[in-house]
């Protein structure tokens, strides 16, 4: 395990990374240095075959406050500042959609604007049944534009306007309703039933989730046309892996796959 002051992480079973959000006295905001090591630590990652699920997690009773206010208070006399906050932010974000391997959230408090945002863009989120999630930049003069781009491509327009014009919280139970997050679970559950999702995932080809993955994010903004277009190629591609080959093979002969990836 690799420890500072704001972020820890740990591997489990050999291949699933832990990252833990540490800064539970502040809410765990998504600080410029937060903002810095997460990027760097995705950025390890990309590469690494060994590992094969990511899992996002917090300590103290927040998932993550969003940005710090302090912090951007003190950038807004600089709009150099302010922009290279956001930018730096959203490329963190759209990391998470370009790794190959599964992101999984697993939120035990509130996630609020940012921190929301941080939610709905891993590929699977998990909450306990106290979770709640908020977008209540309204509520302060500064609407929440940057977070409702990864929340609004999850939940629908109506829910979404909803939540940015109202400012309210919603429980973990209307979220998984709205599809903003996957399952809910009690808070003596989360971490064995996270564990089990990671651990099913893990033992499904590397080649075919990291190919299905990136493909799948693609798609989503092509005409449905060139959606079927581009994803015949990828699945013309896919079956020239050995492991769609062995994966074939293994269920005609009701045997389990030997994935060489």
Known sequence: MSTNKILLNKIIKGSIFEITLNNPSKRNPLSLELILELQGLFDSLKNNKKIKVILL?????????????????????????????????????????????????CV?????????????????????????????????????????????????????MYMLLSGEKISALEAEKIKLINKVFLKKSLKKEV???????????NQSIKIGKLAFYKQLDMSIEKAYEYT???????????????????????????WKS
Do not use: Y
Not at 61 to 80: A, R, T
Not at 130 to 139: D, E, I, K, L
Not at 197 to 204: E, F, G, L, S
């Open 57 to 105: 997690k917090s300590t103290g009773p927040s998932f993550s406050s969003g940005h710090d206010l302090k912090e951007v208070k003190s950038f807004s006399s600089s709009n150099k500042k302010l922009s290279n906050l956001f930018k730096k932010c959203s490329k963190m974000m759209m990391t998470i959609r370009e790794l190959p391997q599964p992101v999984i959230a």
């Open 108 to 160: 035990d408090g509130i996630a609020a604007a940012a921190g929301c945002q941080l939610v709905a863009s891993c590929d699977i989120a998990i909450a306990t049944k106290t979770s709640f999630f908020q977008t209540p930049g309204v509520n302060i003069g500064l609407f929440c534009s940057t977070p409702m781009v990864a929340i609004s491509r999850k939940i629908s327009s109506k829910d979404m």
């Open 195 to 205: 564990i089990n999702i990671a651990a099913n995932i893990t033992k499904k080809s």
């Open 232 to 258: 015949s190629k990828v699945m013309t591609k896919n079956m020239g892996f050995n492991d769609a080959k062995e994966g074939i093979e293994a269920f005609i002969e009701k045997r389990s796959p030997n």
